[in-house]
């Protein structure tokens, strides 16, 4: 499967950098510290799962994959990571995932940039890794992601996005840009632009690409992302005509609610959001 962009400002040619980040750390990333006593561990009994690389325009990027012992042509999720990288929560979201049937794969977008695990400093991450990080780049490395799935276990014609922060504003980017993505799920991510970011394109800017494959999942208590985001998005999904996809509010969660490593961790809202994720993604065939 490879991706078409439902809009041209999301195929501006990528500024190659050297790929600076060819294998994951371990464990939690730094700046996340102390982890909460809440946090899951999801053990890997009856899958394989580790770290894998996936070839990209530029060379290789490092990934995280879990799935099924001995699975084939299984039905895919892309973990788009959080803020905070490719570190020990993301990994065992793959292996929830996994747990549940699905191929998942979490690949590492900051590549280019470095280590995000390394950082204790979350402002000085945003300012020299996050911010340098485009989202042509990122689009194309999900492309890769999506085309090497069918090489490697998955099936490339059952494959669900889902994205955490960061991670989910970049699922509603790519559920646009890649028609072939039969189902998003976005949790607590940008939906408008931001004071200070310069990407081309957000997602309120794309809603006639989602065409009623996307869940949004949010928190009532989010401060950095008002219900005026929310209501945006409902703008606009109504405008391109979608009567199908969702956003669901939940009362009392803040951003980050199914972070069970973190204090921002609600246990209800996660249960159902993640229930509600589960049966987004085989509603709409993955």
């Known amino acids: 499967m ?3 962009s439902a809009d041209d400002a999301l195929r501006l040619p990528i500024d190659r950098r ?3 980040v060819t ?3 371990a464990g939690f990333a730094l700046s996340v510290q102390p982890v909460r006593p809440t946090v899951i561990v999801t053990d890997d009994s009856g899958l394989v799962s580790g770290d894998v ?5 530029d060379g290789e990027i490092p990934a995280f994959r879990a799935m099924p012992a001995n699975g084939v042509n299984l039905p895919t999720v892309i973990v788009v990571h959080e803020i905070f990288g ?6 065992d979201i793959c292996r929830r995932f996994a747990k549940q049937g699905y191929l998942a794969v979490a690949p590492y977008l900051y590549s280019r940039q470095g280590d995000a695990t390394a950082y204790t400093d979350i402002p000085k991450l945003v300012s020299e890794i996050v911010a340098k990080t485009d989202d042509a780049t990122v689009m194309s490395d999900l492309d890769a992601t999506s085309k090497w799935v069918a090489g490697n276990g998955g099936n490339g014609g059952r494959i669900a996005v889902t994205g955490f922060c960061w991670g ?3 699922t509603w980017l790519y559920t646009a840009h890649n028609p072939g993505v039969n ?3 976005a949790w607590y991510g940008h939906m408008v632009r931001r004071e200070g970011n310069t990407q081309a394109k957000h997602p309120v800017e794309v809603a006639a690409g989602f065409k009623g494959r996307m869940l949004g999942l949010y928190g009532e208590l ?3 992302i008002a219900s005026m985001q929310i209501d945006a998005m409902r703008a606009a999904l109504a405008a391109a005509g979608d009567t199908k996809s969702e956003i669901v509010v939940y009362p009392g969660a803040d951003h980050g609610f199914l972070a069970d490593y973190r204090p921002s961790y609600n246990q209800a809202a996660a249960k159902d959001a993640w229930a509600r994720s589960l049966a987004w993604f085989k509603s709409h065939g993955v």
């Open 53 to 57: 690389k996936i070839p990209v325009s």
């Open 222 to 224: 989010d401060k950095g």
């Open 18 to 20: 050297t790929i600076v």
């Open 23 to 25: 294998s994951l750390a």
């Open 2 to 4: 490879t991706g078409h």
């Open 86 to 91: 490719v570190h020990e929560w993301m990994k």
């Open 168 to 170: 989910g504003r970049v």
């Open 183 to 185: 189902a998003g799920a």
